[in-house]
């Protein structure tokens, strides 16, 4: 069975940092690229990074380039999100979710989210 | 970016009612869609990808059609459990982009 589970958010203040996790079990993490989707309160969905199976390429929606940083440690089954510079507009539900595709892609399997808040 | 504009916003229904939900593309993702269904506290499940093929455990009475700009999710006999949100989400180019979602309600 695909498990995805997340940790890693909290509270934080604006400018500050956070350093989220995504553990997968159930398949081959390698063979999969990952992504993380994130859903502010009361809002919809939205793609905000993705990373290939060999970690080799990454990718950013614009809003978040040069403050978040996407990785992952295929030796733990683990994929992270490094956040810095929060702002308000980072709060959400942050989930990690598997692609179907190697780039731009369908999501088939899906954490049940980490809350970040940004606030003073 | 591609936009896609979901309608209605909200949807009233009965069960055993059949539901149609659109979602409409700012320009063509050929058959680059998927349905994902959210329910109150959880995370979305894909439902229907590549605008008709239904995901692995998803009942028949789920299906989608259409190409190009108009596509629509079907639910042809709502059952209880399929009162959620629903979202469409394209592939066909780069970056993925999300509907504001179809909230089907009782």
């Known amino acids: 069975e695909v498990q995805l589970l997340e940790s890693g958010g909290g509270l934080v203040q604006p400018g500050g940092s956070l350093r989220l996790s995504c553990t997968a079990s159930?398949?081959?993490?390698?063979?999969?690229?990952m992504s993380w989707v994130r859903q502010a309160p009361g809002k919809g969905l939205e793609w905000v990074s993705a990373?290939?199976?060999?970690?080799?390429?990454?990718f950013y929606t614009d809003s978040v380039k040069g403050r978040f940083t996407i990785s992952r440690d295929n030796s733990k089954n683990t994929l992270y999100l490094q956040m810095k510079s929060l702002r308000a507009e980072d709060t959400a539900v942050y989930y990690c979710a598997r692609q179907r595709e190697r780039i731009v892609a369908y999501f088939d399997y899906w954490g049940q989210g980490t809350l970040v808040t940004v606030s003073s | 970016e591609i936009v896609l504009t979901q309608s209605p916003a909200t949807l009233s229904l009965s069960p055993g009612e059949r539901a149609t939900l659109s979602c409409r593309a700012s320009?063509?993702?050929?058959?680059?869609l998927a349905w994902y269904q959210q329910k109150p506290g959880q995370a979305p499940r894909l439902l229907i990808f590549d605008a008709s093929d239904r995901a692995t455990g998803i009942p028949a009475r789920f299906s989608g059609s259409g190409s190009g700009t108009d596509l629509t999710l079907t639910i042809s006999s709502l059952e209880p459990e399929d009162f959620a949100v629903y979202y469409c989400q394209q592939r066909r180019t780069w970056p993925p982009t999300f509907g504001q979602g179809t909230k089907l309600e009782i």
């Open positions: 159930g398949f081959t993490f390698s063979d999969y690229a």
């Open positions: 990373i290939i199976g060999s970690g080799g390429t990454t």
């Open positions: 320009q063509s993702v050929s058959s680059y």
